[in-house]
């Protein structure tokens, strides 16, 4: 079974940390792999995409990295705000499909 | 800004009725999903679609059937609904000319059965 791990599963932190959530995945032969923000009762907000080719992609306070290789990826948000309070989520797709983590839950607070 | 819409947000119904959820995307998209998601657990794939006229069954089983008449809509009906059907329905699409893969998702139906 193609599984997708999320650690830490919730995490709570002061404004303006740095935070980094892991992502590891058991099928190295990946298409790519997505990071979503879910919050609470609502749907998913697609963050960053990482094509299999790439290493990295950056987009304002948030660089999700991919290491292919060890079956992970990271996501690192900077100087965090109580604004990112919410369910972190990766997938990684298998074909057309998405294979999704149970998530990281963060808070963070003022 | 994802154009995809889902109807109702919220549903609450009696054991046995009928029901369809409402999923449409403005955006062109020829790939359309529907995911099932139960409070503090993982996403799971129970449906999809290619295009017009093609459906597939996902990962998990499911007792609800999908259709793609046109396009931008891909409803998702369950005949007699039951309490295990209380769950989050997402639905989602891809196929852009800027990223093919990138899925978006609406906004949800969260669906009680009593």
């Known amino acids: 079974k193609q599984e997708v791990t999320q650690i830490p599963a919730a995490l709570s932190v002061p404004e303006g940390e740095n935070l980094v959530l892991n992502c590891s995945f058991t099928?190295?032969?990946?298409?790519?792999l997505q990071w979503f923000r879910q919050d609470p009762g609502k749907g998913l907000t697609s963050l960053l995409l990482?094509?299999?080719?790439?290493r990295e992609q950056t987009s304002g306070r948030l660089n999700a990295s991919l290491d292919k290789s060890s079956g992970r990826s990271t996501l690192y948000i900077a100087a965090s705000q109580p604004g990112d309070s919410a369910t972190y989520l990766c997938?990684?797709?298998?074909?057309?499909?998405?294979?999704f983590g149970t998530g990281t839950r963060l808070q963070v607070f003022p | 800004e994802a154009d995809i819409y889902q109807t109702p947000r919220y549903l609450v119904i009696g054991t046995g009725k009928k029901i369809t959820l409402e999923c449409s995307q403005t955006m062109g998209h020829d790939k359309m999903y529907w995911y099932q998601q139960d409070p503090g657990m993982e996403l799971h794939l129970i449906h999809y679609s290619y295009g017009v006229n093609s459906t597939e069954k996902g990962d998990l089983s499911s007792e609800s059937t999908v259709s793609r008449i046109r396009t931008e809509h891909f409803p998702l009906t369950l005949e007699s609904a039951r309490p295990s059907h209380t769950s989050q329905y997402l639905c989602a699409s891809s196929g852009g000319l800027r990223n093919s893969y990138e899925q978006y998702f609406g906004p949800g139906t969260r669906l009680t059965v009593t």
């Open positions: 990482i094509q299999s080719s790439q």
């Open positions: 099928d190295s032969a990946i298409y790519n």
């Open positions: 997938a990684r797709r298998d074909t057309d499909k998405l294979i």
